[in-house]
């Protein structure tokens, strides 16, 4: 099998530490070329990860006939942009969450998508790990009862100046950069889009993005939503889901290398709850959501990270927003 040819634009920490090793462990994606702003910078990097091309522009990789798919981890303020120029020079685009931050940019990228027919997708890669996979089996099988109640939290601590998700210009603030993953998880697991949300958001003082967001989703089945992100915090990421019958509690939800914590457990709504443990073996999300992105483009297989997923994602924060600032619950 011909191993798909990636580029990746700009020397970020999450290629660094998740993708590039996760691309070079796959027996069907290669990396073969990163790009930067600085060309010593792109030199250095190439080296460290063991990549044989680098270039000192985005637009020098994008012109490399070489390369199928491009990878963007850039600042999210950057990522329609880029797909945009990547798009132009045919590229496949694989692009970090989240993939814009207006409705109108993802409507866009869907025309764009298909006028083009090359394919475009956000990176989420939580939605490849067999644990949730299961749970969204038991959820969708009616086995349990309908999901009534979920609840997510995704804290971490970042008091760094620099750190792009402390600049407002860049598309920084927790909502867009880590609020997303219960309220993906939450989309995805109840298997519906909220109709309604409410949203509470503290600013930070220093930085003038978001820093303590806390939101509530109302789904047409009456089920609720809520979760809480925050970047002043201990870090900590947690979600439950709580049906007729049963309660489902997730440790460590959107990650999946962390061998003590592949797991959920399961317990009855009756009192005394009786529970029960189911472990998974540990996987590297970020390879299995590689593949399948390969396998989109390559064997017309379905994306998890697509762009309608993008476009009721991104619908769900601008509402959230839209709350905190008016105060009200508004429609979505
Ligand atoms: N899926 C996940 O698990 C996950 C985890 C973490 C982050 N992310 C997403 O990945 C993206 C990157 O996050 P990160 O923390 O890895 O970022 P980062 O380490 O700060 O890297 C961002 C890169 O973008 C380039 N860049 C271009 N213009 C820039 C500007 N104006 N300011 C700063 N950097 C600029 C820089 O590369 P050059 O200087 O080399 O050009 C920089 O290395 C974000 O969209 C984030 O939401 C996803």
Known sequence: MKKSRWGILGTAGIARKQLIPSLQSSDMCEVVAVASRDIEKAKQFAQDTHIAHYYGSYEALLEDPSIDIIYIPLPNHLHVEYIKKAVSYGKHVLCEKPIALSVADVEELIALRNSSGLMIGEAYAMYYQPRLQEIKKLLTSGSIGEPLVGHGVFFLTNNDKDNIRNAYTVGGGALWDIGVYP?????WLFGAEPVEVSCEIENDKDFNVDHFTSGLLKFPSGGRLSFSCGM???SH????FSTQ???IEIEKTYHSDYPHSQFFEIFTGDYPSKG??????PVDQYRLECEAFHNSIFNNEPFAGSLENSLSQT???VALFKAASSKKVERV
Do not use: C, E, Y
């Not at 309220?183 to 989309?187: D, E, K, P, Q, S």
């Open 183 to 187: 309220i993906a998880v939450g989309r």
């Open 232 to 234: 002043k915090h201990p």
């Open 237 to 240: 990421t947690h979600m439950s």
């Open 245 to 247: 019958t049963h309660r």
């Open 276 to 281: 029960k443990k189911v472990s998974f073996d």
């Open 315 to 317: 619908k769900t924060i």
